[in-house]
């Protein structure tokens, strides 16, 4: 790992650099899995008293607005070059910050409707300016050799705080832990957007070395390329199978309290503990294998945990007697090593197929596209599927046919493009035989 | 009643019945709740709760207790097969068949009439300490002869696997580990389904000849630091020494085992990221 190289050296801006992004991304992505996914719903279906279903609607708006917010303001910090500035960049977070800190307090006091839809555009504009700010700092603060492993360590933070803090999912739990949060974050933001510290002068330049992404050597990556629409109609398969399955088992009592909400706080240790051991598996994967190998991962472990959530309710509705009983924890500990893959690779994908002048762009399309507008439609085929009837089940079933049709068609692509590439190459004569042998060693890109 | 132990249950209770000879027509499943029994299919299971055969009343098939309490008060025509269940004989009661107890300890009460038990029950205390150190060096000769097959016949797909094995640690490590939880579990579910258990157990074994083949790999490592000139020789001296040096890690508590699996992660992952050593593993290429 470079970091090492940089204690070593004595470099510390750029060492604070590592634990200031990793405490961003992982802060943020926090705010995002608890408060505004779980105790939005809280906020909705309690306090303000709306059905399940236009709360749901509610999401779905959330996920488009944000989209739009951040495809719009990636656009824009690309076309001013803020992406570039660090400064701006920090004052522009620390903007988002504040607005979100007023959010955050006023969260629990809204009672209704009108006030609760006009909080969720507030949220979504300020969430979908912080995607592109907070991606593009990566150019900042992480060379490219370390992505992975900082992306992993922005994840097992996130997920293990997420799972074992706070227990109650409301939104006054919520919006007390954020607040406390928010503080030190506040201060600490604000002297490096607003004074003239050293600490952002030292490392302003770094994107001059850290700067090209991975996947954008030796060529940039353009938006409209292959190498781009791949991953990202790749990535937005992935939210969208984790999205469809979990709407569902987070609405069934029984399969969330005995996971994500069990009175068991051993539990709730577990997963965090498998989100954190899932996180640092990704990041050795990502580091040393081509991002195909990882995209065959998620997908297979998607496949193989909704396989098992659908084993036991068929199993269960074979034998009914069965059906008040706890299902089995390997379930939900499946899950979170695939989500803690996924959101790893999510976390170094985007800036390592861009390079300063596009990351504004690219991490503003890949997130909001992949991630919210892919939630936003899982949302509606969600809604779509109660409205239906659709039973548990047949709903499971299908996320658990997606991953696997996904899984397929991955390894089908992948070894149809082998193909492909070896009968343009004519007929083989014995180097270019091994050449290709070596062009499909496991950590080559296929 | 959990259903992935009642799905085990079963999967145990079909190849007891088959073991046993038994080609019932008509299965009955008792998982939860009290169940008496006036009369029963052809085979009774029990995984769960509690069945009775209360007094002066019969029941014709076998029953197979894999998990919960069976209480036999009236009379049993068939078998009764013990599988970690409670199993009461009440004074009354009658076993017409065999008492078969694989797992477990029946009360048989005074009074009772059991035509005749047989305890197939394996404990670890059975086997003498010569037969157990004759299935230690088979396994040693096993992953020795591979060793010196391998060495004599491919030297190159053990120096494959060696280089990621030492090189790239972590990488196997993490392969391995990753590989090992998830086949695990696909192997698992396979069986359950019955129709898979065919290819479950060659999932299984391809997975004794994955770890096999690591030990192998291993014990080539040791082995070329042997002051042997023979490479095969010292391939299958090596295995020796790691498979023995492995056994005695296991007899330290938790570290022990810990190590043994960590180096068995290692080893598997080694195998699998060289493509069972056909090809040497690289890591892509990262700016520096």
């Known amino acids: 790992m470079k970091l090492f190289e940089y204690v070593r050296r004595g470099a510390w801006p750029e060492v604070v650099g590592y634990g200031l992004f990793v405490t961003l991304l992982a802060a943020g992505y926090y705010y995002n899995i608890t408060f505004v996914q779980l105790g939005l719903i809280d906020l909705g279906t309690r306090l303000v008293g709306l059905p399940a279903t236009t709360v749901s609607a509610w999401m779905g708006a959330l996920a488009l607005v944000t989209f739009a917010a951040a495809v719009g303001f990636g656009i824009l910090m690309d076309r001013r070059g803020w992406s570039r500035e660090l400064r701006t960049k920090l004052r522009a977070l620390f903007a988002v910050l504040c607005v979100q800190f007023v959010l955050t307090m006023a969260a629990p006091h809204v009672r209704d409707p009108a006030a609760f839809g006009a909080w969720i555009v507030a949220a979504s504009v300020s969430m979908g300016v912080g995607f592109p700010v907070t991606f593009s700092l990566t150019i900042d603060f992480v060379p490219v050799r370390d992505r992975g492993y900082v992306a992993a360590a922005a994840t097992a933070v996130a997920y293990f705080a997420g799972n074992v803090y706070p227990l109650e999912w409301s939104i006054g739990a919520f919006s007390r832990v954020m607040a406390v949060a928010m503080v030190p974050g506040l201060v600490v933001l604000g002297a490096l957007a607003l ?48 999205s469809l399955g979990f709407l569902r088992i987070v609405e069934t009592p029984a399969l969330v309290r005995s996971a994500w909400q069990s ?11 498998v989100h954190v051991v899932g996180a640092v598996a990704a990041g050795v994967l990502y580091t040393n294998f081509d991002r195909n190998w990882l995209f065959a991962w998620v997908f297979g472990l998607f496949a193989l945990t909704h396989l098992l959530y659908t084993f036991d309710l068929r199993l269960a509705s074979a034998v009914p007697g069965l059906a008040g009983g706890a299902p089995p924890l390997v379930n939900p500990i499946f899950y979170a090593l695939t989500v803690s893959f996924y959101t790893t690779l999510n976390f170094a994908l985007w800036p390592d197929l861009s390079t300063p002048a596009t990351i504004g762009t690219h991490s503003a399309v890949g ?70 042998a070596h062009d499909d060693a496991p950590g080559g890109e296929p | 009643m959990n259903p992935i132990e009642l799905a085990l249950s079963l999967v145990l209770a079909v190849l007891l019945i088959g073991a046993f000879g038994g080609e019932p027509a008509t299965l009955q499943v008792v998982a939860d709740g009290s169940h008496e029994f006036e009369s029963a299919p052809d085979a009774l299971v029990v995984a769960g709760g509690t069945a009775t055969v209360p007094a002066n009343e019969s029941v014709d098939g076998s029953v197979y207790a894999v998990g919960g309490s069976l209480a036999v008060d009236g009379t049993v025509e068939g ?43 394996p404990t670890a205390t059975d086997r003498s300490p010569v037969t157990a150190l004759t299935v230690r060096l088979v396994q040693w000769l096993f992953v020795a002869a591979l060793a010196a097959g391998f060495a004599r016949r491919r030297p190159d797909l053990l120096d494959n696997v060696a280089a ?39 999932g299984v074994l391809a997975g004794i000849v994955c770890v096999a083949y690591a030990y192998a790999v291993f014990g080539y490592l040791l082995g070329r630091r042997l002051p042997v000139d023979r490479p095969d020789l010292a391939a299958a001296a090596g295995s020796v020494l790691f498979v023995a040096a492995l056994d005695l890690l296991g007899r330290v508590p938790l570290l022990g085992g810990t190590l043994q699996l960590a180096l068995t992660a290692v080893g598997v992952g080694a195998v699998l990221v060289s493509y069972l050593g056909f090809s040497r593993f690289e890591p892509v290429e990262l700016p520096a």
Not at chain 1, 223 to 240: D, E, I, N, Q, T
Not at chain 2, 108 to 114: E, M, N, R
């Open chain 1, 195 to 242: 004074r003239d510290l050293g600490f952002v002068d030292a490392v302003a330049d770094n994107h001059r070395e850290f700067g090209v992404g991975r996947f954008c050597r030796p060529d940039t990556v353009q938006l409209r390329s292959f190498a781009f629409l791949g991953p990202l109609a790749l990535m937005f398969g992935v939210f969208f199978v984790d």
């Open chain 1, 263 to 273: 009175p068991d706080f051993s539990v709730h240790l577990l997963i965090g503990a």
């Open chain 1, 367 to 436: 997130v909001g596209f992949a991630g919210f507008l892919s939630t936003f439609l899982s949302t509606a085929v969600a809604l779509y599927f109660e409205h239906a009837e659709v039973t548990l089940i047949s709903h499971l079933s299908l996320v658990n046919a997606l991953a696997l049709l996904l899984f397929v068609a991955l390894g089908l692509s992948l070894y149809g493009r082998a193909v492909y590439r070896h009968a343009r190459a004519g007929p083989v004569t014995t180097g270019r035989a091994e050449r290709g």
């Open chain 2, 79 to 121: 078998d009764v097969v013990q599988v970690g269940a409670n199993v009461s004989v009440g004074s009354g009661g009658a076993v017409v068949g065999t008492l078969r107890v694989l797992a477990g300890d029946p009360t048989v009460a005074d009074g009772a009439s059991v035509e005749r038990v047989e305890r197939l029950e």
């Open chain 2, 164 to 202: 990621a094995a030492t090189d790239h640690p972590i990488v196997s490590g993490v392969v391995g580990a990753l590989t090992g939880a998830t086949a695990l579990a696909l192997v698992v579910f396979m069986a359950l389904t019955l129709v898979l258990i065919p290819v479950s157990l060659l």
